[in-house]
């Protein structure tokens, strides 16, 4: 793969060109998907070009399939090379474009084998007879004495030789496809059906390929979206309609933007650099219309698909079948439903479009070029021809993604600003956005007769999806947003059973959320309903379900397949379950089922033949239900690569056990909620099953599709082994341990949601505010009376030099400004060191720092060091005015007298900056800043410190930092109700600073392990401890400070801190599973599980995963699990970790653009249940984490 | 804030000037037209845009520029090419370890660290150490397979 992306001529480029011989045909294109009722608008017919045997060597191959991460490239090139007689390597295929590939339609169905590889084979041996026709009359021999060898035509003995690209040379041959040309015997195949490496591997495994998301065009700028607030639906008069306006001078700080493009609610912004698009994106104000739409409730999908509206189409009807039911002796109705789930490419979309007046040119990972290139045209009014679609690999997609959102979103930013443009979707949109692979209701009524025969079969399946229009034409109003309803809910509708009495109807519906076909379309959900029936009818009729099946079955391939895979995963007939004698606590089952995949449109053609043996293990206590082996029988006909097929069954059976055991898109109020992979969780490694396939050989018969087949009975085979080992049958996906537990013990986990409540602002600081306003302001006037209210101005001094010091002295002075961490109070995050400005909210109202740089004007200039020691130990700055007690002057109070003078003189020697502080906000009277006078007179004397004799020299010393300098209780002491640190008991006993925890470093410390003097130092000098968890929030800084001491002054901090006694050892806890025991909460805990499972392992695994760059925090010992409130732990994972405190810790991603409240409420409820059982359940998980998300602090 | 920042990729001492948060994912693909490493969740959860980080797998998406400062970074190119594989690369050629390929850079990239550190790893040691790198085509068996074979192919 060559970084250029395109080097291969066009279609056209070669039809003109000289030296070629040229295999075209006139094909009918396809007509697209066709809604319930329309007529096909039929398409001109089209010269498609499939070989192109060119005198520079080349040999192209054109098919307009794609490969879609399966190898179809791979198994395509061995077709041709081999009716060629090239080498692999000769052949040059290419897939897709709109410029060089024939219109063959979307690559779906499995069919590109079967069916779009057909005439592609064709016009290889078309091409071949021409060319040994021609070499023959060169060399005046019969075309029998010839031979090919990787394109060289060989006479005779040899010696008489000439190339393919001899043979055209200087000539323009264009050939038909005349259909008679001779296809090569099958017992001379050198290339098809033997295992062939993929082409693509070792460039994709070296990081040369150019996956689309690789392609980089001159001039190419970066593009984002911004989707609208109805997530996941794409009908309904909202759509495309609900935009109220965007706000450009929200990103007017962002450099690099070029440009912002709304159109309806089409919103994107262009920048320069990807990040800065990233950012605009992110920070654009775009005001929607309030929501108010009532959608259809999903909570209950199988009455949401009863009541959405449906027309009947009967396909299938033999027999008497209401009689025969109604005559069973034995009836039975059930009711199967299968939950709407994500396609989840792991690459989200991503697409270039290089779009000027005249023509647009798009780099797609499209499944469907042709179709794209139409949706484009549309959308720009203009013609096909103008639109040029180039097909790039992408991540897998197993059915529609958002591929075609995305290059349609390229195209319209692209023609905005006049340049190429790149568009990645984010994981949240892809996950969002995507058409889901639909929910689906399969209804089965019948029963056994009284001599164990099948009475009746009535099957109606509904199924709402349809093709998911390219976003962009909804967005822009360019397609109205009503949901047109489709055919496609009818494969493998009817089952493989020969009933006497069946009846099979398709309620054909419109959608309810944006969705379309996913791998297994409809045939999926269609067999788990057919296969997990039949075996319960099986079981019902006392016979062995795989006996059961064989009975009822007319197709002999099917019953040779079924009978090969029971032989080889040595089935043991049975007719009742749980015949496995359990151990320990351990459930073991095994289920059958078996299935074709029936596609395209109805009757539709088969593709391969699969069965299943599935064996599972569930914990009868937890639930937990793992697939531990899989025996997969496939019968594909002919393969043309072993190999690639045997990945292709692999990669079904991992991904459907994966769809079966786990997935199930989250809605919140109908809307999608899962924006990433702890909401919506697929299969990993530890869970993947042993998996033993078979693969019937049948040299002889059609190469049939194999993308899908082997997902096909997937969902019986393991809802029946779950049932042989539990007794219990389940017939809603996903088959979770929660529903498994809740089925064998009754309900346990609530998992029901309360109502969300109401955000309170300012929850936090009700304490503080409770019925104190009135009693403050009494006593601050009260106090004001007898203390100095307003102080004197010390006179200003002209800036003294910075040789003033020795160097020493500015150093100890820079040391103790980092223990001091004045830079961190003082600089905001963009702002010169020391600047100041940095907002502080206290319950009282906002307060600024101050500028404390040597400015004369807006710094500390033209302050003496008396001016300096009075502000540090009094609060009162030169000019007389009291200074909040935000500052923490009474803790500075206790700094010696040396010091002091080295700190002075380490902020005089830096450079000034010229920066002004805005003014407080407080509100009255706490704007009286006179009244301050009092709160010292009050409140400073108490926090004095006095050296102690009996203790160690290091003990005092570090006493001295951390009540000095340190000023550590500013933040973990609490405050009484006028703002002062409480004292005595309460003296380091944790505070709320600027939203943040500051958990307590006394006794009272709810740490699950005691601070031990170890641990402190630890934590203190990198900002982790293995024993307690990471610095965050304003902790961050202190330790980023910290770090530059000499070790010895941490060592004492950590020496007198240990002494306070930080709580004593708490019994050992053991973490409990999500399931133990019930508790008082109303948040989901399996939610939450999923979600810690899905987003937070790989970094937070106690041991069980990854070694990643940066510590691994254990949440076990974390504190903040263990605190009272859940503040500091919702700030983290909504906000993440961007500053560490020290640069080896790692960094933590924010979530608060991929959790919803109610899933960080969930994770929550599930942390502290799991990780701290000992402590009771937080309450208001919501609102705290509504709190969280919207207060992010300053620091 | 705009920084200008100095590490070393692949062996190579680089300076890039960026936005000091930006995720050195962008750098190495946008700044360095590095491939490999990819995007796939940028929030630390699929390992698509593994790398390694002073001899450490390391999530690229989640690492700010400023974080990389001074450090080495290597990426897939920075282990072999086609024509001369790295040995672990080499493994999941041979194994085939792909579908759709989008996830093999934060495979091979992982798999590479824990032979790096473990040379002779179990069965479960790897599933572990895979445990957080996604894969939606379902690849695992072959996965497992190379790195299984990459570690023979180390001992
Ligand atoms: S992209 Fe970095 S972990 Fe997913
Ligand atoms: S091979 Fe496609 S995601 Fe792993």
Excluded at chain 1, 176 to 182: C, D, L, Q, Y
Excluded at chain 1, 599 to 622: C, E, L, N, Q, Y
Excluded at chain 2, 57 to 85: D, F, H, M, N, Q
Aim: charged residues 20%; glycine residues 8%.
């Amino acid at each position: 793969m060559t970084k250029n992306p395109h080097p291969t001529p066009t279609r056209d480029e070669l039809l003109r060109s000289s030296g070629v011989l040229l295999i075209v045909d006139d094909i009918q294109p396809p007509p697209g998907l066709v809604p319930k009722g329309g007529t096909p608008t039929p398409k001109p017919k089209e010269l498609a070009l499939f070989i192109a045997v060119c005198e520079d060597g080349a040999v192209y191959a054109f098919n307009g399939h794609v490969d879609l991460g399966t190898g179809i490239r791979t198994a395509l090139i061995q077709i041709v090379a081999e009716e060629l007689d090239l080498s692999m390597e000769q052949v040059r295929m290419v897939l897709g474009d709109t410029e060089r590939a024939p219109n063959q339609g979307a690559t779906i169905a499995s069919a590109t084998i079967q069916i779009s590889a057909v005439p592609l084979r064709n016009a290889a041996a078309e091409a071949r007879r021409f060319l040994l026709q021609r070499a023959a009359d060169l060399f005046g021999v019969p075309v029998e004495d010839l031979r090919v060898e990787e394109g060289v035509v060989i006479a005779g003995e040899g010696n008489r030789r000439i190339s393919y690209a001899e043979l055209v040379q200087g000539q323009h041959f264009q050939i038909r496809v005349s259909g008679t040309a001779p296809l090569k015997k099958r017992e001379d195949y050198t290339l098809v059906g033997r295992a062939a490496p993929r082409v693509d591997i070792p460039a994709k495994a070296t990081g040369e390929f150019t996956y689309v998301h690789d392609v980089r065009v001159p001039g190419m700028l970066h593009g984002r979206v911004v989707r609208p607030p109805y997530a996941g639906i794409d009908s309904g008069e909202f759509v495309g309609n609900s935009l109220v306006g965007v706000d450009e001078s929200s990103i007017a700080h962002i450099p690099g933007v070029v440009g912002v493009v709304v159109i309806r609610d089409f919103v994107g912004v262009v920048t320069e650099r990807e990040e800065q698009a990233i950012k605009a994106a992110r920070e654009l104000k775009v005001t929607w219309k309030p929501w108010t739409q009532k959608l259809p409730d999903l909570s209950d999908l199988a009455q949401a698909l009863r009541d959405n509206p449906s027309s009947p189409r009967k396909v299938l009807d033999k027999g008497n079948v209401d009689a025969a039911i109604a005559g069973a002796s034995q009836r039975m109705s059930r009711t199967y439903v299968w939950p709407y789930q994500m396609h989840g490419s792991i690459g989200p979309s991503c697409a270039v479009a290089d779009c000027n007046d005249e023509r647009v040119k798009v780099w797609s990972g499209t499944q469907n070029p042709h179709l794209l290139r139409a949706d484009i045209a549309w959308l720009l009014e203009w013609a096909e021809e103008r639109v040029e679609i180039i097909r790039m690999e992408a991540a897998g997609c197993y059915g529609r993604n958002c591929a075609d959102d995305v290059a349609a979103d390229a195209v319209l930013l692209s023609r905005a600003v006049g340049r190429p443009v790149r568009v990645q979707l984010t994981r949240e949109q892809e996950h969002v956005w995507e058409p889901k692979g639909t929910a689906q209701l399969m209804e089965v009524d019948g029963g056994l007769n009284a001599d164990g025969t099948v009475a009746g079969y009535d099957f109606a399946t509904s199924y709402p999806s349809n093709g998911a229009p390219t976003l962009a034409l909804l967005l822009t109003g360019r397609v109205d947003p009503v949901g047109a309803v489709f055919e496609m809910g009818d494969r493998t509708s009817i089952p493989p059973y020969d009933y006497d009495h069946m009846r099979v109807v398709i309620n054909d519906m419109a959608p309810i959320v944006r969705a379309s076909w996913m791998r297994g379309v409809s045939a999926l959900p269609n067999s788990f309903a057919h296969e997990s029936y039949i075996d319960e009818l099986a079981f019902a009729a006392e016979v062995d379900p795989v006996e059961f099946r064989l009975r009822h079955l007319r197709d002999e391939r099917a019953a040779d397949l079924i009978k090969a895979v029971a032989e080889r995963a040595g089935w043991q007939p049975r007719t009742a379950p749980q015949q496995t004698p359990p151990d320990e606590n351990v459930l073991r089952g095994r289920g059958f089922a078996y299935a074709r995949y029936i596609h395209s449109k109805f009757p539709g053609f088969g593709a391969a033949w699969a069965a299943w043996v599935a064996d599972v293990s569930i914990d009868k206590r937890t639930g937990d239900i793992a697939v531990t082996r899989v025996v997969v029988g496939h019968d594909a006909g002919q393969m043309i690569n072993p190999d690639g097929v045997r990945h292709q069954i692999h990669g079904n059976v991992i991904q459907s056990t994966s769809r079966v055991l786990k997935e199930q898109v989250a809605f919140e109020d109908s809307l999608v909620a899962s924006k990433e992979w702890g909401g919506y969780p697929i299969l990993t490694f530890p869970e993947v099953p042993d998996i033993d396939v078979l693969m019937i050989p049948r040299e002889t018969e059609q190469p049939l599709g194999s993308g899908e087949s082997a997902s096909v009975p997937s969902a019986a085979a393991i809802a029946n082994a779950i049932f042989d080992a539990t007794g219990i049958r389940f017939r809603e996906l996903p088959i979770t341990a929660e529903r498994v537990r809740e089925a064998l013990h009754g309900p346990s986990d609530p998992g029901v949601q309360a109502p969300a409540e109401p955000p309170k602002g300012g929850r936090r600081f009700s304490k503080w505010l409770t019925g104190s306003i009135a009693g403050l302001c009494g006593a601050l006037l009260g106090v004001a009376a007898t203390a100095l209210p307003f102080r004197a101005e010390i006179a200003p001094v002209s800036r003294p030099s910075a040789d003033t010091w020795s160097a020493a002295t500015i150093e100890r002075g820079r040391q103790l400004a980092a223990a001091g961490d004045c830079a961190v109070c003082h600089t905001t995050a963009n702002g010169a060191v020391n600047a100041g400005g940095l907002a502080f909210e206290t319950p009282f109202g906002k307060v600024y720092s101050t500028n404390i740089t040597p400015d004369p004007d807006t710094g500390i200039g033209n302050w003496s060091f008396a001016a300096f020691d009075r502000a540090m130990r009094q609060g009162i700055s030169r000019d007389g005015r009291h200074l909040y007690p935000a500052f923490p002057y009474t803790s500075f109070q206790n700094i010696s007298e040396g010091d002091m003078q080295a700190l002075y003189a380490y902020l005089m020697a830096q450079a000034p900056t010229r920066s002004r502080t805005p003014e407080a906000d407080m509100a009255f009277p706490f704007n009286q800043r006179p009244l301050l006078a009092g709160w010292n007179a009050l409140f400073l004397n108490r926090t004095k410190h006095q050296p102690d004799p009996q203790q160690s020299a290091e003990w005092n010393r570090g006493a001295y930092l951390v009540n000095g300098l340190g000023h550590c209780s500013a933040c973990h002491s609490p405050r009484n109700a006028m703002g002062a640190e409480k004292t005595g008991a309460a003296y380091l006993a944790g505070g709320m600073v600027d939203g943040w925890e500051a958990p307590a470093l006394n006794a009272l410390s709810k740490a699950p392990k005691p601070w031990t003097e170890d641990d402190l130092f630890q934590y203190l000098r990198t900002g982790f401890s293995d024993r307690h968890g990471v610095a965050a929030g304003p902790m961050t800084a202190v330790v980023k400070e910290l770090s530059t001491l000499p070790e010895a002054d941490v060592r004492a901090m950590a020496v007198y801190l240990a002494s306070l006694g930080t709580g004593a050892e708490a019994p050992a806890v053991q973490p409990v599973a999500a399931s133990a025991a019930p508790v008082p909460t109303t948040a989901s805990l399996s939610n939450g599980e999923r979600i810690f499972n899905g987003s937070c392992k790989a970094c937070h695994s106690d041991g069980t995963g990854p070694v990643l760059f940066g510590v691994s925090p254990s949440m076990g010992v974390n504190t903040n699990v263990h605190s009272d409130t859940p503040d500091n732990l919702a700030r983290v994972i909504l906000h993440g970790i961007a500053q560490p405190a020290t640069r080896d810790l790692g960094y933590m991603p924010a979530f608060k653009d991929s959790l919803s409240n109610r899933q960080a409420a969930d994770l929550l409820a599930y942390l502290r249940h799991r990780f701290a059982p000992d402590k009771p359940a937080w309450e208001s998980l919501e609102s705290a984490a509504a709190h969280a998300r919207a207060n992010l602090g300053t620091h | 804030m705009e920084k200008t920042v100095s590490l070393k990729v692949n062996g190579r001492d680089v300076q890039v000037t960026a936005m000091a948060d930006t995720p050195l994912l962008y750098i190495l693909r946008n700044d360095l037209a590095l491939n490999g490493p990819k995007y796939g969740c940028g929030l630390g959860e699929c390992g698509a845009c593994t790398v390694i980080m002073d001899g450490v797998a390391a999530r690229s998406c989640v690492i700010p520029l400023a974080g990389a400062e001074g450090r080495e970074v290597v990426t897939l190119e920075g282990l072999g090419s086609s024509t001369e594989p790295h040995p672990v690369q080499q493994a999941f050629i041979a194994e085939q370890a792909a579908q759709c390929g989008y996830c093999m850079n934060g495979m091979i990239m992982t798999a590479k660290a824990l032979l790096d550190r473990n040379p002779n790893p179990s069965l479960d040691d790897i599933r572990r150490e895979l445990s957080g790198n996604l894969c939606r085509c379902g690849t695992h068996v072959e996965i497992l397979r190379a790195v299984q074979r990459a570690a023979r192919g180390t001992r």
